[in-house]
Structure formats: C-alpha cells, structure tokens
C-alpha cells in the first residue's frame, strides 16, 4: 500500500504564496506522473499542475505563471509553490501520484487527504 501526506495549506491573503508539500511513503517501485488537483465546493475536482516521470510540466491556464510544480524522486516527493495567489484559488487541494509497486504490475493512482487552501479577499 502507498499513502499520501499532504502539508501547507492554509489561510493566506490575496496576493500572497502558499507551499504545498506531499511525501509518498510505502510499498514503492518507481513513479509515472504527480501533480495536484483541487475542488472547490460545488464544483468538480480540476487539475492543477502534473509533472510526468520523464519531465515537463502541465499548468492549467487559471495557474500558468503564478504555480511551480516540482518533484524530488530521492524524497517520493511533489511540491506545488503558489503565489500570487487569488480568492478563486480557494479549494481542497488533492496531491496525486501514479505510482508502481510491483515492476510486473501495471501502476495505480493514489490519492492524498486534502489540504484546504483558503484565499481571502
């Protein structure tokens, strides 16, 4: 089993930054894409930004050229660095990995808790 543990979130002003951190930790062969998504109420779960295995990086148009996605392998870890942040930015933010752990078996998509990132005006 794989577990996801997302950090950072939190109440920020608008215009400001938030970090979100998401460590993976458990039974872990290698890693395809990671990324984040979010879903604010009433709406569906959207993607954020995702960062394949072999590199490049995927923004939705709402985040390009305010959020960073970046990964570290060595530490099973995808951090999203947000700034400039907006009150439409406001959601339950989902850290979310495709991950194999058996080299035989194709890989599985995992998901984080949620971590509440609320922009206020």
């Known amino acids: 089993q794989v577990q996801l543990v997302e950090s950072g979130g939190g109440l920020v002003q608008a215009g400001g930054s938030l970090r979100l951190s998401c460590a993976a930790s458990?039974?872990?062969?290698?890693?395809?894409?990671m990324g984040w998504y979010r879903q604010a109420p009433g709406k569906q779960r959207e993607l954020v930004a995702v960062?394949?295995?072999?590199?490049?990086?995927n923004y939705a148009d709402s985040v390009k050229g305010r959020f960073t996605i970046a990964r570290d392998n060595a530490k099973n870890s995808v951090y999203l660095q947000m700034n400039s942040l907006k009150p439409e930015d406001t959601a339950l933010y989902y850290c979310?990995?495709?991950?194999?752990?058996?080299?035989?078996?194709?890989?599985?998509?995992?998901w984080g808790q949620g971590t509440q990132v609320t922009v206020s005006s």
């Open positions: 979310y990995c495709n991950i194999r752990s058996d080299p035989l078996r194709p890989p599985v998509d995992y």
């Open positions: 458990g039974s872990i062969f290698s890693f395809k894409t």
């Open positions: 960062i394949p295995n072999g590199g490049g990086q």
